[in-house]
Nanobody, 124 residues
Framework: QVQLAESGGGLVQAGGSLRLSCVSSGRTFSSYAMGWFRQAPGQEREFTASISWSGLTTTYADSVKGRFTISRDNAKNTVYLQMNSLKPEDTAVYYC?????????????????WGQGTQVTVSS
C-alpha cells in the first residue's frame, strides 16, 4: 500500500518562502512520477506541479511557474515543493500525489494515491 506523508506547511507573509516535503512508502519510489496539487477554500483541487520518475521532466501550473520548484531525492523517497514569492492566493491545502503508471513523465490528472495534505496560509 502506497502511503504519502506531507510536511512543511505553515503561515507565512506575502513574499516569503516555504518548502513542502512528502515522504513516500510502500513501493519503489524512484520508478514513479510525483506531483503536488492544492485546494483553496471553496474551490476544486487543482494541479500545481509534477516531476517525472527520472527527475528530468518537471511540469507546472501557469499560476506558479517561476515561483515554485519541484524536486525529488530518491535516496530519501521524498519529493519537495519549494515555494518562493508566495502570494495570498497561494493559500490552500497542498497535497502530494502519485499514481500507478510505471516510469511516467507526469502524474495523471486523477492520481491513485494522495497524502493527507498540509495547510499553507499566506498573509497579505
Amino acid at each position: 500500500q502506497v502511503q504519502l506523508a506531507e510536511s512543511g506547511g505553515g503561515l507565512v507573509q506575502a513574499g516569503g518562502s516555504l518548502r513542502l516535503s512528502c515522504v513516500s512508502s510502500g513501493r519503489t519510489f524512484s520508478s514513479y512520477a510525483m506531483g503536488w496539487f492544492r485546494q483553496a477554500p471553496g474551490q476544486e483541487r487543482e494541479f500545481t506541479a509534477s516531476i517525472s520518475w527520472s527527475g528530468l521532466t518537471t511540469t507546472y501550473a501557469d499560476s506558479v511557474k517561476g515561483r515554485f520548484t519541484i524536486s525529488r531525492d530518491n535516496a530519501k523517497n521524498t519529493v519537495y515543493l519549494q515555494m518562493n514569492s508566495l502570494k495570498p492566493e497561494d493559500t490552500a491545502v497542498y497535497y502530494c500525489a502519485t499514481d500507478r503508471n510505471f516510469r511516467s513523465r507526469i502524474v495523471s490528472s486523477t492520481p491513485d494515491y494522495w497524502g493527507q495534505g498540509t495547510q499553507v496560509t499566506v498573509s497579505s
